[in-house]
Every structure is written in structure tokens, then in C-alpha cells.
């Protein structure tokens, strides 16, 4: 992964990490309606997110020639129309990753993994349950 550079008007430089573009745009996505969670996007991404806990999970930021291109792998609400969440999500993570870095995101790419279910739980006053469908 390549770091991208800015030179300011005075000496020094900014180095943003594609982590740190990773972090902005999950907060962007999990405040999004009708996003569940983020998934990984093969099972061996899964495997090590299980040992490794990485907050980015589901994330993938590509930096080259001073573009930034953002990948989403999500799990969205059954129920939800799954194309209206997917680009409420793509203009959040545009505005945020744009207003905190001042870079401009080329791309970003949705990868829906799965559709989420909620059950009402009657055991559990105001308690919801959420089984995955496949």
C-alpha cells in the first residue's frame, strides 16, 4: 500500500496512512441507515480478522498515482433497498474521507456479503435478535 503525500505552502509534509482513510470511512459507513456491520471479503480476511480483531475490517483503501480508491464490504438490513443504502454509503465515506484529509476519493466500491434479518425477541423486553441470511 502506498502512502499519500501533501505538500502544504509551508516546510514539512502530511503523510496520510490508507488506515487512517480506512478508519474515516468506517465511521462514515456504520452511521449509515441500514448497514448491519462490516464483513470480510474472503474467508481467509475473515479467518485472521477473527485472530487479529482489526478495527478496518471490511475496508480496503487503494492509493496510486494520488487517487484513492475505497472498497466496502458490508452486511445490510433485509428489507432495505439495497442500492439506496449502497449510495447513501458511497456519498458519506466520499464526504467524510474528502472534509477530514482534503483529498479527493476517486472511487468507492460496494460489496454487499450479506443481508441481516432482525426478530423481535418476545423473552427479551425491546431486545432484538439478528440472524445472517446467506
Known amino acids: 500500500m502506498t502512502e499519500l503525500t501533501t505538500r502544504p505552502a509551508v516546510p514539512g509534509y502530511v ?20 448497514v448491519v456491520g462490516m464483513a ?3 474467508l481467509a480476511s475473515d479467518i485472521a480478522w477473527t485472530v487479529t480483531r482489526d478495527p478496518n475490517r471490511g475496508i ?25 443504502v449502497a449510495s447513501s454509503m458511497i456519498s458519506a465515506v466520499r464526504f467524510y474521507v474528502e ?16 443481508l441481516s434479518q432482525s426478530d423481535y425477541d418476545d423473552s427479551a423486553v425491546g431486545r432484538h435478535r439478528r440472524h445472517r441470511l446467506k
Not at 503523510?15 to 441500514?34: F, K, T
Not at 484529509?101 to 454487499?112: F, K, M
Open 60 to 84: 480496503a483503501v487503494h492509493i496510486e498515482d494520488n487517487r484513492v480508491t475505497i472498497d466496502l464490504y458490508v452486511v445490510i438490513e433485509y428489507g432495505t433497498r439495497i442500492t439506496t
Open 40 to 42: 470480510a471479503p474472503n
Open 99 to 114: 472534509k477530514a484529509t482534503g483529498l479527493s476519493v476517486a472511487q468507492v466500491n460496494v460489496h454487499v456479503q450479506g
Open 15 to 34: 503523510e496520510i496512512s490508507p488506515l487512517a482513510i480506512a478508519r474515516l470511512a468506517s465511521h462514515a459507513v456504520l452511521q449509515s441507515y441500514g
